[in-house]
């Protein structure tokens, strides 16, 4: 967007993008419990900022940066990138904001807190791919949220279906009637460990395209 603006000879430079919780909640009290002029609506976890994905943006003239230029031409400018302008916004219109949700709500962020997905800070969720993710937890806890997603999935489900019933067809024309014999026929096993791969491979597809 910058760049667009900068050939249309109108340069701008970022005034702000990613605010911590604490600095949102700073500036919701400003005009409030404390002195100054009110600057947002939004309390700490309620503005796209918190995430990562919005940013304020003045004109650049010179050395110095100024908010008095033609709004209507940036904002223009900036839906025709796919994002959302604030002085489009019936009420509280804030000109030199723009932001990226993809349809997300401000409620669908804020709820990642209760999921585990994104700690108070806000530090660890930010723009990355369709779900503006970012995780910057542990290992453990992010699988454990994913594969909970992953099994809820129809198209995973049916694929442990078709395999299930591969392997029950497999074993029954195979004649193997117990553990022992399961363990024993070295063609069982490399049917399971091919079912397995296919697993597999199916659940990194699937947590590649999330």
């Known amino acids: 967007m910058l760049a667009e603006c900068n050939d ?9 993008g990613y605010r911590t919780f604490a ?20 309390k700490a976890g309620y503005s796209f900022h918190n995430y990562g994905i919005a940013f304020d943006v003045a004109f650049k003239k010179g050395k110095a940066i100024s908010w008095d230029g033609n709004w209507d031409l940036i904002g223009k400018i900036g ?3 796919g994002l959302e302008w604030g002085g489009d ?8 904001h723009f932001q990226l949700t993809k349809g997300k709500s401000i409620d669908w962020y804020y709820n990642q807190i209760a999921k585990g997905l994104v700690d108070e800070s806000g530090q660890t969720i930010s723009n990355n791919d369709e ?24 198209r995973f489900k049916s694929l442990l279906w078709r395999t299930g019933m591969m392997a029950l067809a497999f074993l029954v024309n195979a004649g193997a ?5 399961l363990q024993l026929d070295p063609s069982v ?18 947590l590649s395209n999330k």
């Open 131 to 154: 779900n503006l993710v970012k995780y910057n937890q542990s290992d453990s806890a992010l699988n454990k949220n994913m594969l909970k997603e992953l099994f809820n999935d129809s």
């Open 79 to 81: 839906k025709s990138l």
């Open 89 to 96: 916004w019936a009420s509280f219109k804030d000109k030199p």
């Open 8 to 16: 249309k000879g109108v340069p701008l430079v970022v005034t702000e």
């Open 23 to 42: 600095r949102q909640q700073e500036l919701y009290e400003q005009g409030r419990s404390k002195a100054g002029l009110i600057v947002t609506n939004a």
């Open 189 to 206: 096993t490399v049917f399971i460990g091919l079912i397995l791969g296919e697993i597999s491979k199916a659940l990194n597809n699937y």
């Open 177 to 181: 009637s117990n553990l022992t014999a």
